[in-house]
């Protein structure tokens, strides 16, 4: 009886740990996706914030505006910055629910700073027309 009941566990703790894996591997191919679709406009920033820069040096009135999108450009580039080594830490974790749990976060911050710096690009687009 007593060997069943181990035999039991040890098949029920494989079951958690592969369905673990699977989910794991899934989240890291979504978020590394995110990465892929964020990585180039984020090479893109700093080239679009010295022009919004350069368009408010010619016209003082545009300055305030010029220096808020500035600041969000800034922002969407720091946060990519800060997110990818996490990404890549969690990527390296051993497979189970401790990396599942990191990579749905970071998936959803992901998220936020796609919208963050698609946003950020499309203020600087529209102001340097």
């Not at 079951?15 to 899934?26: Q, V």
């Not at 401790?98 to 946003?119: M, P, R």
């Amino acid at each position: 009886m007593k060997n069943i009941l181990i035999a039991l566990l040890v098949i029920f703790s494989l079951a958690c740990s592969n369905k673990a894996a699977e989910e794991a591997a899934k989240l890291k191919e979504e978020t590394f996706k995110l990465h892929d679709e964020i990585m180039p406009i984020s090479m893109n920033l700093e080239d679009l914030k010295a022009n919004v820069m350069k368009k408010a040096e010619a016209d003082t009135n545009l300055k305030a505006k010029a220096l808020d999108i500035s600041s969000a450009l800034d922002k969407a580039y720091n946060d990519m910055e800060v997110w990818m080594p996490k990404l890549g830490e969690a990527a390296e974790m051993k497979d189970g629910e401790e990396k599942v749990k990191a990579l749905t976060d970071l998936k959803i911050e992901g998220e936020k700073i796609k919208q963050s710096t698609n946003d950020a690009k499309k203020q600087a687009e529209e102001f340097l027309k």
